[in-house]
């Protein structure tokens, strides 16, 4: 576990993917799923870091898209 002066890479990149999720104006239903993805790739960080960084990295880009308007919906 890293220290308080040390940084850590990929709970900041969580931190970030979460504020931006709470941000996002989108049906309840589509925010819930974003949140459980969320907590999906919270919890691959404990069994296979590396996993969860492909994970975590693929759903900003979907979140990037989603809140830019060039993603494709889900519904």
């Known amino acids: 576990m890293p220290g308080v002066?040390?940084?850590?890479?990929?709970g900041a990149e969580?931190?970030?993917?979460?504020?931006?999720?709470?941000?996002?104006e989108c049906?309840?239903?589509?925010?819930?799923?974003?949140?459980a993805r969320l907590i999906a790739i919270t919890n691959a960080a404990k069994r296979d870091p590396a996993l969860?960084?492909?994970?975590?990295d693929r759903f900003r880009a979907e979140l990037e898209a989603r809140m830019t308007g060039t993603g494709a919906a889900w519904d």
């Open 5 to 10: 002066d040390q940084v850590d890479p990929f």
């Open 14 to 24: 969580l931190r970030a993917a979460r504020v931006a999720v709470d941000e996002l």
């Open 27 to 35: 049906e309840p239903a589509e925010l819930a799923r974003w949140r």
């Open 52 to 56: 969860a960084q492909r994970r975590l």
